[in-house]
């Protein structure tokens, strides 16, 4: 790990030049950043080890920890009295994460008081709609049931009432068939009827 350090390092010296980016990353978990550290240079000073010295005191270097969340930056500003800062921050994600539910606690919550509130009031309402609609197909069924019940008992009573009468029979006396036949054979009044009609020859 302390080669990779050292040849990184080496290489961001060594690749930093003035039209060069200042903040870049190497992977995942390696990135190299400007910090605010000036320096005047010594106009003699192109030695390599003057060169990565220089390149150190104006980077900062932070290594992401994959399994613990953390991030560790280095910083050389102080690399003049002998000191190199380690700053060591503890799963920034869960900060992230936890300003992310925050906010959305912010936004779903009103929301779901509003859905709370209305069903609080909705749901009454349908229960008090339904039984009146209920109540009101009990009503109708019950009148049904009465007056089919009534039609039934009416018919059975027509029906047994209409057993017990006597057949009405038609009959004529005998004078008035024969008044009818007699009319049938009268041909005086037939050729009267007709005369009208009858061809001259």
């Not at 009101?136 to 019950?142: D, H, K």
């Amino acid at each position: 790990m302390r080669l990779l350090l050292v040849c990184a390092v080496a290489f961001a010296a060594f690749a930093a030049a003035e039209d060069s980016p200042l903040d870049f990353q190497l992977s995942d978990y390696f990135e190299v950043t400007k910090n605010d550290h000036h320096e005047v240079e010594a106009r003699g000073d192109n030695s390599l080890e003057g060169t990565v010295e220089r390149y150190i005191k104006g980077h900062d270097f932070a290594f992401k920890l994959p399994l613990v969340g953390s991030v560790v930056t280095l910083t050389g500003r102080n690399m003049d009295e002998g000191e190199v800062d380690v700053k060591v921050r503890f799963n920034s994600g869960s900060q992230v994460e936890a300003r992310k539910k925050s906010k959305l606690k912010k936004i779903f919550v009103p929301i779901f008081i509003f859905i709370l509130i209305k069903a609080m009031v909705m749901i009454p309402l349908a229960l008090g709609i339904l039984a009146i609609k209920t109540w009101n197909a009990l009503q109708l069924s019950f009148v049904s049931f009465v007056v089919a019940l009534a039609l039934g008992v009416w018919q059975l009573c027509k029906k047994v009432s209409g057993d017990s009468v006597h057949p009405h029979i038609v009959a004529h006396s005998p004078w008035e068939v024969d008044k009818i036949a007699a009319r049938g054979f009268n041909e005086e009044a037939q050729k009267m009827a007709y005369a009208a009609y009858a061809p001259t020859l």
